[in-house]
């Protein structure tokens, strides 16, 4: 499958896509005004950063609770409550005179119940197209996520800076609630993946299979570690400049979609395979120029260029399902999707801290530093296991 008409003749993929995009603009709209809203009350680099990535933080919560149940229940009832949730939750951070700490209470709850949807989502996506058609619809909606991103922190922060962050948060719970009604009205009913009861005994047996092969392992670390040490960077924009966050923000969605374009449709398989790395050293460097105290314009550009980097998330997620029993798709991507962001959360929380320390500036060059030297790591780990043995075939028993 190799055209973008071919993906919305298939049915569900539309709808899907649809609802997605909508819960994408909520939440792009949502964090930022949720940020600005701590940023004014505290003005606290550590709980403004913390803030826009505390539902993040309850990931890990889900990942080690939660996830058997991605493959073990109704994919649209799922993905319908998770958006009502966040409606409801979203609205709730609107109230007038709620301290920081019941705000980020919220915020991780939020972040507990949607901790399923990253497996349910993406295991319905794998399950929805066909073997060949799964990295290019991933990077479809990896570049509504852009372009959301871009219309959404536009949107988002026209209304922070003119009517105000609450203003913005209800608009986001509005979206939420379109989300949940084109996912309940747009999806069929489909049975659950897996059979046997959702518990933790069952996800931390999952967890402990996906782990055990070194090369899922690898690009586990991969797929977590080095783009969530960047969203640290991204977490300081409010920080740095708090007047033009926004932008930043416009940015770094338009760089990733870029990256996600040339990843899933430009260039092919034989070439997108070796780009990993480099991807990631791309996703990092740039951010190296903060050190310097960049103005604005100049930042921007080294942000756009930057976030073309996150196209080797697509790579890296084609690899994983490459190494992956088709019955653990939806864990296996649940705990791609569960790491991951609470790699950003445990990152924002650090580049806060750093910058609450130091600065903004150097805080952002700090990360940008980490996450290279992460990626040389695991590059290297990578060629001495391939250097070592052929990887086994995939199998559904440790």
Known sequence: MRSYQALFRVPEFTPLFLSTSLRWAAGTVAGPALGTLVWMGTGSPLLSAVSMFTPQLAQVVGATTLLSAADRIAPRAALTLIALTYAVGTAALTLPGLPVAALLGISLALGLVASLGGGVQWGLLNEILPKDGYLL???????????TQVAGFAVGGVLVAVVSPRAALL?????????????????????????????????????????????????????????????????LYVAYAPHAAGTLFACAAAGMFVGDVLVGRVLPPSVRGRLATPLLV???????????RPTVPVAAVAVTLASVGFGASLVQQE??????????????????????LTMQGVAATLAGTVAQLTSPARAMTAMAVASLTVTGLLALAGTRRRSAAPAPAPSATP
Do not use: K
């Open 137 to 147: 619809g991933r990077s479809v909606f990896n570049m509504a996520n852009g372009l």
């Open 171 to 235: 608009l986001a719970a509005l979206l939420y609630l379109l989300a949940a009604l084109g996912t309940r009205l747009g999806l069929g009913r489909r049975p659950p993946r897996a059979s046997g009861r959702p518990s933790i005994r069952a996800t931390w047996r999952a967890n402990a299979l996906l782990w055990s092969h070194r090369s899922r392992r690898l690009t586990f670390l991969g797929l977590w570690l080095p783009n969530g040490l960047v969203v640290g960077c991204e977490s």
């Open 282 to 292: 791309l996703l990092a460097a740039p951010y190296t120029l903060f050190l310097l």
């Open 319 to 340: 690899r994983l399902m490459a190494h992956t029993p088709d019955e653990l798709s939806g864990h296996a991507l649940g705990l791609h999707s569960a790491g991951m």
